[in-house]
Every structure is written in structure tokens, then in C-alpha cells.
């Protein structure tokens, strides 16, 4: 999704699309933490703090996620075994 950085003041802003902001669990006056990606011109937010690991990248991470929501339950079946 494209989005415009704007001025605020002496800093620069990014809105966050009201759907994006509902499904990550994001309000007005929320904290979050951004960073920059080591591993390339990418900007990070998370919620929860966390230190960015180099060897790990944004798209590294979503092919997890989809891997857990696909396997995830029996992968726990498995680990149980």
C-alpha cells in the first residue's frame, strides 16, 4: 500500500489507513517503535519493542507467518510426538 509522507511540524508522518491500524491493533495515542532495516531501505514499526535482527528480514518473517497459519497445528501435533 502507498502511502505519502507528510510534514508535522519539524518531523515528517506517515498516515496509517484506519483498516491497516484495526488489524494491527493500533489506536490514537498508541506506542510503537521504528526502525530501520539493516538489510535494506525498509522502515520497520512494531508494536512491541524488539531488537531487528540482520540475518531476519520483514519478507523472511511474513513467509513464517503464513507458514504457522497454514501448518502451525500440525506442527504442534508433531512436536508433541
Excluded: C, H, W
Excluded at 500500500?1 to 483498516?19: A, D, T
Excluded at 495515542?29 to 531501505?41: E, L, R, T
Amino acid at each position: 500500500m502507498m502511502q505519502k509522507v507528510i510534514q508535522v511540524g519539524n518531523s515528517l508522518g506517515i498516515v496509517i489507513p484506519k483498516e491497516l491500524a484495526k488489524k494491527s491493533g493500533l489506536k490514537a495515542g498508541s506506542n510503537v517503535y521504528i526502525q530501520k532495516d539493516p538489510n535494506g531501505p525498509s522502515i520497520v514499526i512494531n508494536s512491541k519493542s524488539r531488537v531487528f535482527d540482520s540475518s531476519i528480514t520483514p519478507d523472511f518473517l511474513r513467509i513464517v507467518s503464513g507458514i504457522n497459519k497454514k501448518y502451525g497445528p500440525a506442527l504442534k501435533e508433531l512436536a508433541g510426538k
